[in-house]
T-cell receptor, first 119, second 114 residues
Framework: AQSVTQPDIHITVSEGASLELRCNYSYGATPYLFWYVQSPGQGLQLLLKYFSGDTLVQGIKGFEAEFKRSQSSFNLRKPSVHWSDAAEYFCAVGAPRAVSTGTASKLTFGTGTRLQVTL | NAGVTQTPKFQVLKTGQSMTLQCAQDMNHNSMYWYRQDPGMGLRLIYYSASEGTTDKGEVPNGYNVSRLNKREFSLRLESAAPSQTSVYFC?????????????FGPGTRLTVL
């Protein structure tokens, strides 16, 4: 079974500083990886996703993530953080659909990293 | 487009009461999902519906039932609420049930069971 680990529960950065949020996954086959962001009181919004090809993926709001198979990692980065980036960030791995059983695909989420931005 | 909508936004129940959480999407998506979010545990899948007319259990289905009323609507029912069901519930939808599909989330329902 797949799993996702986000080792940092809470991170604080200053506005304008760079950001890196860590994500490690465990999955037996080629992983399909996602980063979602959840603003306070809101649902989750997709930032970016990786399926194949270029290991550096660009997303919305100036975020990017790099897939490193050798390290089983998919870390999220932003060169300069804005106060509006304060939110909770979730990494997720997608499991392929079991065609034979007709079951739907599933996302397995990490426990999240809460980002605080100081002015 | 409203995307994914959920009602109610907040609800307080007493132990043993029942209620239904409503979810609707206007994106013509085939697949819909119910998750619960608990502190320190991320999101866990309760039930999902790969397509209209089908439903399947997720990771934590006990104490819940679902109905895929039509292509747009997917409801979650708690027949006899328990304090352990205090959580934030999210509905999501995706075009298909492929793992590559982006899931779009509703704003959530915050449920407290006393």
């Amino acid at each position: 079974a797949q799993s996702v680990t986000q080792p940092d529960i809470h991170i604080t950065v200053s506005e304008g500083a760079s950001l890196e949020l860590r994500c490690n996954y465990s999955y037996g086959a080629t992983p399909y990886l996602f980063w979602y962001v959840q603003s306070p009181g809101q649902g989750l919004q997709l930032l970016l996703k990786y399926f194949s090809g270029d290991t550096l993926v660009q997303g919305i709001k100036g975020f990017e993530a790099e897939f490193k198979r050798s390290q089983s990692s998919f870390n999220l980065r932003k060169p300069s953080v804005h106060w509006s980036d304060a939110a909770e960030y979730f990494c997720a791995v997608g499991a392929p659909r079991a065609v034979s059983t007709g079951t739907a695909s599933k996302l397995t989420f990490g426990t999240g990293t809460r980002l605080q931005v100081t002015l | 487009n409203a995307g994914v909508t959920q009602t109610p936004k907040f609800q307080v129940l007493k132990t043993g009461q029942s209620m239904t959480l409503q979810c609707a999407q206007d994106m013509n998506h085939n697949s819909m999902y119910w998750y619960r979010q608990d502190p320190g545990m991320g999101l866990r899948l309760i039930y999902y519906s790969a397509s209209e007319g089908t439903t399947d259990k997720g990771e934590v289905p006990n104490g819940y039932n679902v109905s895929r009323l039509n292509k747009r609507e997917f409801s979650l029912r708690l027949e006899s609420a328990a304090p352990s069901q205090t959580s934030v519930y999210f509905c999501a939808s995706s075009a298909f049930s492929a793992f590559t599909d982006t899931q779009y989330f509703g704003p959530g329902t915050r449920l407290t069971v006393l």
